[in-house]
């Protein structure tokens, strides 16, 4: 039952696929109106995830137990016109039969420990503001919302800003 936290290659599509879509319709449910969780369909979740994988703006990780993919974050550190490294992440879906099993945790202290070799000497990531459960998951890690909000017209759903210093 160890697991192994690594870089995603394009050859993990299907299992990247079976945590997101997984993730999209049964954790989105309640936070995202049904037309929106709908919307998410397998061809555009494959189209998405085949170009993420084939040139990723950023890096892609993989939670491996037991040979199957458990776990997925996205990140990139970027350059600010003022020379500060910013640090980003885009995504963390963790399967709904490895909650409470150190997945997220495990993706997103990589995810952060990554940024900040890179230079990044706080991170921001993006979350819908009726996603409770993962509000508290990000809390408890050390997130902090910082005021910022967007609605995204592909979604509808506001979202809140959370953000981590480590600098």
Same mark, same amino acid.
């Given at each position: #039952? ?5 870089? +995603?290659? &394009? ?26 969780? @709908?919307? #998410? ?25 037991? /040979? ?11 350059? +600010?016109?003022?020379? !500060? ?12 039969? +490895?909650?409470? /099993? ?6 997103? +202290? ?22 409770? &459960? ?7 890690? /050390?997130?902090? &919302? @910082? ?13 809140? !800003? ?6």
């Amino acid at each position: #039952m160890s697991l192994q936290v690594r870089p +995603a290659t &394009p050859d993990d599509l299907s299992g990247v696929l079976e945590v997101f879509l997984a993730c999209w319709r049964e954790s989105y449910r309640g936070v995202l109106p049904d037309a929106g969780i @709908d919307a #998410m369909t397998d061809e555009r979740a494959e189209a998405l995830w085949r170009r993420v994988l084939a040139e990723p703006v950023g890096v892609v990780l993989v939670a491996v137990r037991d /040979g199957g993919i458990v776990g997925i974050t996205r990140y990139a550190a970027t350059t +600010a016109d003022d020379g !500060r490294i910013d640090g980003a992440v885009h995504s963390l879906y963790v399967s709904s039969r +490895a909650h409470g /099993g150190g997945i997220g945790g495990a993706l997103l +202290a990589q995810a952060t420990a990554d940024l900040r070799d890179a230079g990044a000497e706080a991170a921001t990531l993006w979350v819908f503001a009726a996603n409770a &459960p993962s509000i508290g998951f990000y809390e408890a890690k /050390g997130w902090h &919302p @910082d005021g910022a909000t967007r609605t995204q017209p592909e979604f509808g759903e506001p979202e809140q !800003r959370m953000r981590k210093e480590w600098a």
